[in-house]
């Protein structure tokens, strides 16, 4: 079993930063694949970036691309997503999950294990 929490988020103006944290615990942290996730009321859970176990290797939705940063620190057990130049299309809450394997995936049905979230929201 895995136990994920998320941290950071908050509120921002357009065009600033957040960096969101996510401790995992409860297992055998640094051979898991690790992704991020959001999601509003009116949409579908919707994929943001993905991280191989390595960390070497990310992956980044198309909307995100060069604004934010996904790294990780197996030492800490912890993964970061650093959002930079917001928008307020960026709202949403923010899931991160882990994988039982070590290859990085953008779709929601091969994490077996969730965060409770964390909220961000960029006002205009």
């Known amino acids: 079993q895995v136990q994920l929490e998320e941290s950071g988020g908050g509120l921002v103006q357009s065009g600033g930063s957040l960096r969101l944290s996510c401790t995992a615990s409860?297992?055998?942290?640094?051979?898991?694949?690790m992704g991020w996730f959001r999601q509003t009321p009116e949409n579908e859970r919707e994929f943001v970036a993905a991280s191989s176990w390595i960390g070497a290797i990310a992956y980044y939705a198309d909307s995100v691309k060069g604004r934010f940063t996904m790294s990780r620190d197996n030492g800490k057990n912890t993964v970061y997503l650093e959002m930079n130049s917001l928008q307020p299309e960026d709202t949403a809450t923010y899931y991160c999950?882990?994988?039982?394997?070590?290859?990085?995936?953008?779709?929601?049905?091969?994490?077996?294990?969730w965060g409770q979230g964390t909220q961000v929201t960029v006002s205009s």
């Open positions: 409860g297992s055998s942290f640094s051979r898991q694949a």
């Open positions: 999950a882990a994988r039982t394997v070590v290859r990085a995936s953008q779709s929601a049905d091969d994490y077996a294990y």
